[in-house]
């Protein structure tokens, strides 16, 4: 009879047993095989693999993308000629953005914008605040609003000039980002072995530390070293506001008249900027007139572009916003006293981040790859260009072009604008043409006009002729006293070109390293007292937003070092200033 | 002839902007983390900054893009996994991760020198929509296992199949490029055969201030770096540059 010990010791031997088998390894790699593929853990699609091509729409550079595509559906995105910005590379997440807007109420927008319109006059205008002038949608705008009664086109002021990078051999840069978002960067690092790069800033910047020489100024003192250079302020004076040696600064405006072509590159290339190049002597060499692609003649009735300072204050009756854009913010306090007290906002966007938290009324655009439109000039574009943002993807129901709303409101009809203007230019037989498939350019008079449209709507570029730069403009250089001493401190935004809001795979860069600072973060040095992971205060004349310190010795003492993005650029002005309070 | 393959990264051109780990995450399906931070996020290739120690105004800084540095000889990782999880292909060099074998012991993170190997602490998850998106080479991976850069496997098989189709015995140089290699704007990474002396690669690593990373531990990796500044050169010696000395 068997005994129970003997049952336990056959149970037991079993066991035993059964582990020298390979039947519980196999149980092991099959569960192991299963979790891998358990209905929980998303499958990449499947299709066709072929690539597209289109030009970011994210900023004014333009990049040319070649996506990677399965079916319609883009899985990566590279560029054509050289590398893309981080930004770039994950924008085919956008449409899919948590924050992404979607809903709006169009009807309900458009017929406040009519009462509006109908009860405009000179003192309560109709207004359209245009984040990236240049583009064909802006000749909409301007060409609508020439139309409506009391309408103004308002728009960040263009670059005064472009530039040419790879005529230079000296380029002194007063804090612009050079090599991280201020223009294409496949042709600034193409350029960048025949450059020497000086730099001029307050902190080490990502430029900074890939340039030849660093100038490590005194916060805010950058336009003085181009003020020096160009002759319109003695080297001393200089020195004693920027703190640097005087013997450097000679050194340095010495290296760029005698190893030029020289180049002065700032944030923002205005008139004054243009001047100092002007009287380096490099108008014609690396500074460029600014060309736009020709436009139809039947365009000619725009309404001109007006900076926002010149607007009357309360006298802005209906503001429609578009910034369905990447880049371009004013801060938002700069807008308001303009607005009349029961003035209608529309914000175009695609996210609430912006405009959109002030607006009243939301109407959802498409985002990047999913907008048909085209890239205004590029402030590095030598001749003219005409590029399209040709969409990857469809964008979703709902969703609202703002020129063909503002074009609507004033009974034009800009469905076909991109193609009007693809035709003047066609007229014209100038230029080429880059098709990025197969890599090979042709002159736009042997093209047939169809193909011409064709070709663009599938992602190739216009290149204009080369022009000559003809007379030099006369500006004069001039010089402008230090700012205010209430604001102790300089802000410093870390990603000039950052937009509203970026793949989440941004936070490889901002959350899961410390490579970027986040969006919630000011840096500061040790010495300003403050303690790594408090809350602090930037106040500005135009506001004040609270962040999370982090202290970092690399960022200089009067310096607050922020990420960027349209929360920050709504408090901070052109001149940077601002006070840094304990919360 | 076997292939070696490598990447010689130049710090002086490097200006940190991070399209190398964005095209690393995207190309590899690694997912966005919302709960992660400094020490619990994948990044297969992290960029670091590091400095020269100088107070404002003589400090200086440098960008250092760090990922698995494909041990050749005596690779530790390999060597204490239960599982043999890790494997060192001849054919390639290339040090390969199996997640399937993978029982997510973690004896390879403590045993890499460079930190360069993540723990999955998630399931992957991206948000609604984005699963769109996802690379089709590359099958997204389960927690509770180790992963690392693999040079972009599925890569490699994209161009062998490519020039399997073409007729061709063998992979071209140029071909095949891991994405991080072909998102640099600054061209600071390159990448190519070591064991091919017409390579870009095989003629970089030659030149004066290209350095490993702990060469002393003889693990004969296959990425270099190049500086021309001493100070920048100094990370050679150290477990990991820059402050995150951490582990996943």
């Known amino acids: 009879m068997t005994t129970r010990r003997e049952l336990l010791q056959f149970a037991g031997g079993s066991a035993m047993g059964l582990l020298l088998t390979p039947a519980p390894w196999r149980l092991i790699t099959d569960t192991a095989l299963w979790s891998e593929n358990w209905p929980g853990i998303p499958r990449p699609a499947r299709g066709e693999i072929r690539a597209k091509f289109t030009h970011c729409g994210l900023c004014a550079a333009g990049c040319a993308v070649r996506a990677r595509c399965v079916g319609e559906q883009p899985v990566s995105l590279s560029g054509v000629a050289g590398g893309l910005c981080p930004f770039g590379v994950a924008g085919h997440h956008l449409p899919y953005h948590p924050e992404r807007l979607k809903q709006g109420n169009r009807k309900e927008a458009a017929e406040a914008v009519a009462r509006a319109i109908a009860a405009s006059g000179p003192e309560r205008r109709v207004a359209v605040l245009d984040l990236q002038p240049g583009r064909t949608a802006s000749w909409t ?23 040419n990078f790879a005529a230079a051999r000296m380029v002194l840069s007063l804090g612009a980002p050079l090599l991280d978002g201020f223009a294409q960067p496949a042709r600034v690092f193409a350029a960048r072995p025949n450059f020497r790069l000086i730099q001029a800033e307050a902190m080490e910047s990502r430029t900074a530390s890939a340039a030849d020489e660093w100038l490590p100024v005194a ?56 001047a100092w190049n002007i009287a380096l002597g490099a108008w014609g060499k690396t500074v460029m007139p600014r060309r736009e692609a020709p436009v139809p003649k039947t365009w000619s009735k725009a309404a001109p572009a007006v900076a926002l300072e010149t607007v009357k204050d309360g006298s802005i009756g209906a503001l429609l916003i578009d910034e369905s854009v990447g880049d371009g913010h004013l801060p938002w306090e700069s807008i308001r006293p303009k607005l009349a007290t029961d003035a209608v906002v529309v914000a175009f966007a695609w996210t609430r981040s912006g405009y959109a938290r002030h607006a009243t009324h939301v109407l959802p655009a498409a985002v990047y790859p999913e907008a048909l439109g085209d890239v ?29 709303f503002v ?41 047939k006009p ?74 500061l040095h040790p010495r300003e007292g403050f303690l790594d992971g408090t809350r602090a205060a930037i106040e500005t004349p135009y506001g004040r937003r609270i962040f999370e310190v982090t202290v970092d010795v690399a960022v200089p003492p009067g310096v607050v070092l922020v990420a960027g993005g349209p929360e920050i650029a709504d408090i901070v002005g052109a001149d940077g200033c601002a006070r840094v309070v304990r919360i | 002839m076997n292939k070696r393959y490598g990447i010689v990264i130049d710090i002086d051109r490097c200006t940190g902007c991070g399209a190398c780990m964005l095209a690393c995450a995207v190309e590899n399906n690694v997912p966005p983390l919302p709960a992660a931070n400094d020490r619990r996020g994948i990044t297969w290739m992290r960029v670091s900054r590091i400095d020269n120690g100088e107070e404002y105004p003589e400090r200086r800084s440098a960008f250092v893009p760090m990922m698995c540095q494909q041990c050749g000889v005596e690779t530790p990782c390999a060597h204490v996994c239960p599982q043999q999880a890790v494997d060192v292909d001849p054919a390639t060099g290339i040090v390969g991760q199996m997640p399937e074998r993978c029982l997510g ?77 072909e998102a640099c704007p600054a ?13 870009e690669v095989s003629a970089a690593r030659k030149e004066p201030g290209t350095f490993r990373l702990l060469e002393k531990l003889g693990t004969d990796t296959k990425v270099y770096y190049h500086s021309k500044r001493d100070w ?4 050679a010696f150290a477990p990991r540059p820059g402050k995150e000395n951490v582990r996943g």
Request: hydrophobic content about 45%; aromatic content about 6%.
């Open chain 1, 219 to 274: 916060p805010g003192t950058e336009a003085v070293l181009g003020r020096a250079a160009a002759g319109v302020l003695p080297v001393r004076q200089a020195a004693e506001m920027t703190g640097l040696p005087e013997g450097r600064i000679a050194g340095m405006i010495r290296a760029l008249r005698e190893n030029g072509p020289a180049l002065i590159v700032a944030p923002q290339m205005t008139p004054e900027v243009l």
């Open chain 2, 232 to 235: 920048v050169r100094q990370i």
């Open chain 1, 141 to 163: 705008y301007r060409r609508a609003l020439a139309a409506i009664p009391h309408g103004v086109y308002i728009a960040p002021p263009e670059p005064a000039c472009s530039l």
């Open chain 1, 407 to 447: 074009a609507a409101l004033a009974g034009l009809d800009a469905k076909d604008a991109l193609r009007e203007r693809a035709a003047a230019i066609h007229a014209t037989g100038r230029g080429k043409l880059c098709t990025y498939a197969d890599g090979k350019v042709a002159a736009v008079k042997d093209l």
């Open chain 2, 105 to 181: 012991c973690r004896y390879c993170m403590a045993a890499c020198p460079y930190h360069a190997r993540y723990f999955n602490w998630w399931d992957p998850s991206w948000p609604a929509g984005m699963e769109k998106t996802l690379n089709p080479d590359v099958a997204p991976r389960m927690r509770g296992v180790v992963e690392k850069c693999n040079f972009c496997h599925g890569r490699w098989h994209r161009a062998k199949e490519r020039a399997a189709a073409a007729g061709e015995k063998d992979i071209r140089p140029g071909d095949y490029l891991p994405a991080c290699v």
């Open chain 2, 187 to 199: 061209g600071a990474i390159r990448f190519g055969d070591l064991n091919d002396p017409a390579s």
């Open chain 1, 450 to 523: 169809e193909d011409f449209w064709k070709a663009l709507s599938t992602g190739a570029a216009w290149t204009g002729d080369a022009e000559e730069s003809g007379r030099t403009p006369r500006i004069a250089a001039t010089f402008a006293g230090p700012s205010s001493e209430h604001w102790p401190f300089r802000v410093a935004i870390e990603t000039a070109c950052a937009p509203a809001l970026a793949s989440p795979l941004i936070g490889k860069l901002t959350q899961e390293s410390h490579l970027r600072l986040a969006a919630n973060r000011a840096a």
């Open chain 1, 376 to 404: 205004p000039p590029a402030v590095d574009g030598v001749n003219a260009e005409f590029r399209l943002t040709v969409p990857l993807i469809a964008s979703p129901d709902g969703t609202i072009d703002p020129a063909e």
